[in-house]
């Protein structure tokens, strides 16, 4: 069951260094979005993407860049990673806007 | 600004008992409200919304404008039902801002 599908799952970085989060969905959904969880915290909206083509900033959208490569793919770059960037990072996808229902695995990202 | 609060990290009850996980929420609007539920080893999951008055396995939620509340419940615990809990609270028609709530540990004893 595929769904959706995030790579890598885990990732250690180093201060500055720059990577690129991917994922793809297969359920034809117009929307996906970006979360990140910290520690004892809900999820944090990073950026969303309402249908293909378009992108916006949520709560948290500071030191990231997305891109919504086609309705299948919405991926998320780190330019220069800073250790406040160590999260677990989920992707989630929906029919419509409005509530993520289907997320990915997340991954886990340490900078050092 | 819109807030959801979930008061207890970890929530252990037994088998059979009932079940109540308490989500409150901040907002002057008029908001959508959801649960998410994470079983172990799972992917993070939509359980249900409020707008659809749905029962989910065995799971209600209500929402309550007056004590800006939306507490999940279920009469009966099951083992199964052992997973982490999130309240959500969406800002309403066109936002796709969603606020999550810190969790709820459910533990299920047998």
């Known amino acids: 069951n595929a769904g959706v599908t995030q790579t890598p799952k885990f990732q250690v970085l180093k201060t500055g260094q720059s990577m690129t989060l991917q994922c793809a969905q297969d359920?034809?959904?117009?929307?996906m979005y970006w979360y990140r969880q910290d520690p004892g915290m809900g999820l944090r909206l990073i950026y969303y993407?309402?249908?293909?083509?378009?992108?916006d900033k949520g709560e948290v959208p500071n030191g990231y860049n997305v891109s919504r490569l086609n309705k299948r793919e919405f991926s998320l770059r780190l330019e220069s990673a800073a250790p406040s960037q160590t999260s677990v990072y989920f992707c989630?996808?929906?029919?419509?806007?409005?509530?993520?229902?289907?997320f990915g695995d997340g991954t886990r990202l340490s900078i050092l | 600004a819109q807030r959801v609060t979930q008061p207890e990290k970890l929530l252990s009850v037994f088998k059979g008992a009932p079940v109540e996980l308490k989500c409150n929420y901040s907002?002057?609007?008029?908001?959508?409200l959801f649960w998410y539920v994470q079983y172990s080893r799972q992917r993070l999951q939509l359980l249900l919304r409020?707008?659809s008055r749905e029962s989910i396995k065995g799971f209600t939620a209500d929402l309550n404008k007056g004590e800006t509340s939306f507490h999940l419940k279920k009469p009966f615990a099951q083992e199964e039902d052992s997973a982490m809990y999130y309240c959500?609270?969406?800002?309403?028609?066109?936002?796709?801002?969603?606020?999550f709530g810190k969790g709820t540990k459910l533990s299920v004893i047998p």
């Open positions: 989630a996808s929906s029919p419509d806007w409005g509530q993520p229902q289907h």
């Open positions: 359920m034809n959904h117009n929307s």
């Open positions: 993407s309402a249908s293909e083509g378009t992108t």
């Open positions: 907002y002057s609007g008029s908001p959508e």
């Open positions: 409020h707008i």
């Open positions: 959500a609270l969406n800002a309403g028609a066109g936002s796709y801002q969603l606020t």
